[in-house]
């Protein structure tokens, strides 16, 4: 009987890339840019408050304070502080109550301290706020942000967009590189070359994440992340080139 002609279907030869991982790897990748793009169409957004915030005034400079477009500072009381957590990680926050005029109300404090490590129940600080919104929580000449605060949420917007791009562009061209093994039927399973791509995306990654929280210039951010990944990419490149013809040789 004619082996080609056999009805049942020919068996997946070992180490030949499913077209279940192509269509996973595909579908991750696509996830990533979509939620990439969103957030960077979110971006000039947060970029004109934070301008707006930069540019605020005491309100007690401004003639007409109440349009609340002015940073006002008002006196509350600690009413307790409490520890908790917020996808794995551990969140702090505080009580305060403003008294007849605010009831009491919890914000969220960025990080340890200085201020929420050392605040106790009764303790009397002062509220800063924008917009309705408490940006800082001052004791004495202690001040501490909370996670409220307009002027970082651009740039930890501009890092995860960066961060969920550079990954997604890595997992399509996974899938498209697991697609041709697929139709060349290559069954050889290249492990350093999987690790070498994997730490090269998480290099190039830390570099667009480490450029936008250092800078507030976007056009900078975008031009360090592409000089990085650019570079790292290349780099990834000749190292690749390089255990092809080890193997080969």
């Known amino acids: ?137 001052q004791a004495g000449e202690l001040r501490q942000d909370t996670t409220e605060m307009p002027d970082r949420e651009p740039a930890v917007r501009l890092a995860v967009g960066l961060a969920l791009l550079i990954v997604g562009t890595v997992f399509l061209r996974g899938a498209g590189w697991l697609h041709r093994r697929r139709a060349i039927r290559a069954t050889d399973t290249p492990t350093a070359q999987v690790v070498v791509v994997m730490a090269a995306t998480l290099l190039a990654s830390a570099i667009a994440v480490t450029a936008a929280t250092a800078t507030d210039t976007v056009w900078l951010v975008l031009l360090v992340a592409a000089a990085g990944c650019a570079t790292v990419w290349a780099a990834t490149a000749l190292l690749l080139r390089g255990l092809a013809r080890r193997r080969t040789a």
């Open 1 to 137: 009987m004619n082996r080609s002609s056999s009805p049942y279907p020919h068996p997946q030869p070992p180490g030949l890339p499913s077209l279940r991982g192509v269509v996973f790897a595909s579908v991750v990748g696509s996830v990533l840019v979509l939620a990439a793009a969103v957030l960077f169409a979110l971006l000039p957004g947060s970029l004109s408050e934070a301008a707006d915030f930069r540019a605020a005034r005491p309100c007690s400079e401004v003639a007409a304070p109440e349009s609340g477009d002015c940073l006002s500072e008002w006196p509350a009381t600690v009413v307790s502080t409490e520890t908790g957590r917020s996808n794995k990680a551990v969140t702090n926050w505080v009580t305060l109550d403003g008294g007849a005029e605010e009831p009491p109300f919890r914000v969220r404090m960025r990080g340890h301290g200085p201020v929420w490590a050392k605040l106790a129940p009764g303790d009397r600080v002062t509220v800063l706020s924008w917009r309705d919104a408490v940006w800082a929580v």
